[in-house]
C-alpha cells in the first residue's frame, strides 16, 4: 500500500513538472507556469504544495515534508499551441475529466510531437509579415518586393545559424546585417526607394515581441527575477538587432 502511495506521487511530481517545462520553454509566462502546477497538485490532494519557477529551472515540493524535485530549462521557443494544449490538459485534470496516468500520456504526448508549421511556411510568414509592416509604416508600394524578400531571407539566415551554433544573439546580428547590407544595396542601385522603411519592415519578425511582454506581464505580477531575466534577454536581443543595421549604416 505504501508502495503504491510512493509511485502515485512520483507519477504525480513527473506529470507536473514535465506540464512546467513544456510552458516554460514554449512562451509561457512564470506566474502561468506556477498556477497551472499548484492546481494541478491541488487536484491531486497535495494542498501544501510550493512551487518556484524561473526561465532556466523550476523548483517543485509536494509538501513541507517531502523532497523537493527539480527539473532544468535547457532551450526556450515561441510554439503557443503546445502551451494551449497543456493548458488543456492541466483543466481536464482539475475537472476529473482524466486520470492522473493519462494525464501525462497525454503531456508525454505534446512533449514528443512537432508542431512547428513547415519552414517554407514560416518563412512565407515571415516575408509577408514584413511587407505588411512596411505599408504599416508608410513606405512606398514600389518597396513592397524589397521588404517581401529580405525580411524572408533574413528569417532563413537567422534559423540557419541558430540551428547550428544555438547561439540566439549571435544569429540576430547577423540575420539583421544581412538585411541592411541587402536594403542599402537596392536603395543604391536605384531600385529601392527609401532604405529606412525596408530595412524597418524586414527586421520586425526578428524582434522578441512576445518576450518583451511576457517581461512585463511577470513584473507586474510580481515575478521579478523572471521578469528582469526575460528583460535583459529581449535587451540582449534587440541590442544584437540594432547592432547589425548600425554596422552597415555606419559605412
Not at 71 to 91: C, F, G, K, M, P
Request: net charge negative.
Amino acid at each position: 500500500m505504501v508502495q503504491t502511495g510512493e509511485t502515485r506521487r512520483e507519477l504525480a511530481l513527473d506529470c507536473f513538472l514535465l506540464a512546467g517545462k513544456i510552458l516554460m520553454e514554449n512562451g509561457a509566462e512564470t506566474y502561468r507556469v506556477e498556477d497551472t502546477m499548484i492546481r494541478m497538485a491541488v487536484s491531486q490532494k497535495m494542498t501544501n504544495s510550493h512551487c518556484f519557477v524561473t526561465p532556466t529551472g523550476i523548483m517543485f515540493s509536494p509538501s513541507d515534508e517531502l523532497p523537493t524535485r527539480f527539473v532544468r530549462i535547457n532551450a526556450r521557443q515561441t510554439d503557443l499551441e503546445r502551451v494551449a494544449l497543456v493548458n488543456a490538459v492541466s483543466r481536464k485534470l482539475v475537472a476529473q475529466e482524466l486520470t492522473l496516468q493519462q494525464a501525462y500520456e497525454e503531456l508525454e504526448g505534446i512533449d514528443q510531437t512537432n508542431y512547428k508549421f513547415n519552414m517554407w511556411l514560416q518563412i512565407l510568414a515571415a516575408a509577408t509579415a514584413s511587407g505588411c509592416f512596411l505599408i504599416l509604416l508608410g513606405g512606398s508600394w514600389n518597396d513592397l518586393p524589397f521588404a517581401f524578400v529580405f525580411g524572408g531571407t533574413g528569417f532563413i539566415i537567422v534559423e540557419t545559424i541558430l540551428e547550428r551554433t544555438r547561439v540566439k544573439f549571435f544569429a540576430e546580428f547577423i540575420g539583421s546585417l544581412a538585411i541592411g547590407i541587402l536594403a542599402i544595396l537596392a536603395v543604391y542601385s536605384g531600385f529601392g526607394i527609401d532604405r529606412d522603411t525596408i530595412i524597418i519592415g524586414s527586421i520586425m519578425p526578428l524582434v522578441p515581441g512576445l518576450l518583451i511582454t511576457n517581461a512585463v506581464r511577470d513584473l507586474m505580477a510580481g515575478h521579478f527575477v523572471s521578469g528582469l531575466s526575460k528583460g535583459a534577454e529581449a535587451f540582449l536581443t534587440a541590442f544584437a538587432i540594432g547592432g547589425g543595421i548600425a554596422l552597415v549604416l555606419s559605412f
